[in-house]
T-cell receptor, first 115, second 115 residues
Framework: DAGVIQSPRHEVTEMGQEVTLRCKPISGHDYLFWYRQTMMRGLELLIY????????DSGMPEDRFSAKMPNASFSTLKIQPSEPRDSAVYFCASSWGRTAAEKLFFGSGTQLSVL | AQSVTQPDIHITVSEGASLELRCNYSYGATPYLFWYVQSPGQGLQLLLK??????LVQGIKGFEAEFKRSQSSFNLRKPSVHWSDAAEYFCAVVPFSGGYNKLIFGAGTRLAVHP
């Protein structure tokens, strides 16, 4: 299995631009999580999905952030408009089963820099 | 407030020396407990986890952790550190609220290994 695949690995954009981060979970996994990692705040859970349905988005920082999961093999995290404080590493993770958080598999992350 | 705390931001040890990374949690009921490792530019990898039972847990790469209820701690140990262990280490919990699907991370401890 190829693992959780995130794209792009690096993204550099200018303030005000729209940014879309992509994630392909491991086949057969029914949970998908988006995390953000910054020096100041560490690893924060932004949102997670179960069977393509958003379950908890309480970690999404503000309305500029949105996430979708149109099917079991693809999810996006969109920032519009982007701001310099959004610069961070964004991780996607997938899992399965009732206690999904016990067995997360993480992607390699997308390093986002907003200038 | 509910939290998971890693008191040490940076630790430096000599290769071959023993290692202990500290983790404390503050939750009403003992949550599920985890240690993850993140190598530079990589996603997170699970080292070990504790749900119940034997309080000394063995993990991958020669790591172990001990759960101490009286101290609300779950410290990570390794008897002899290798240069390849240099990485960032995260303690994490799954609290019993939230449906067992929210993995909450500590701030991390960055480990440097001197030859």
């Amino acid at each position: 299995d190829a693992g959780v695949i995130q794209s792009p690995r690096h993204e550099v954009t200018e303030m005000g631009q729209e940014v879309t981060l992509r994630c392909k979970p491991i086949s057969g996994h029914d949970y998908l999580f988006w995390y953000r990692q910054t020096m100041m705040r560490g690893l924060e859970l932004l949102i997670y999905f179960n069977n393509n349905v958003p379950i908890d988005d309480s970690g999404m920082p503000e309305d500029r952030f949105s996430a979708k999961m149109p099917n079991a093999s693809f999810s996006t995290l969109k920032i519009q408009p982007s701001e310099p404080r959004d610069s961070a590493v964004y991780f996607c993770a997938s899992s399965w089963g009732r206690t999904a958080a016990e067995k997360l598999f993480f992607g390699s992350g997308t390093q986002l820099s907003v200038l | 407030a509910q939290s998971v705390t890693q008191p040490d931001i940076h630790i430096t040890v000599s290769e071959g020396a023993s290692l202990e990374l500290r983790c404390n949690y503050s939750y009403g009921a003992t949550p599920y407990l985890f240690w993850y490792v993140q190598s530079p530019g990589q996603g997170l990898q699970l080292l070990l986890k504790y749900f119940s039972g034997d309080t000394l847990v063995q993990g991958i790469k020669g790591f172990e952790a001990e759960f101490k209820r009286s101290q609300s701690s779950f410290n990570l140990r390794k008897p002899s550190v290798h240069w390849s262990d240099a990485a960032e280490y995260f303690c994490a919990v799954v609290p019993f609220s939230g449906g067992y699907n929210k993995l909450i991370f500590g701030a991390g401890t960055r480990l440097a290994v001197h030859p």
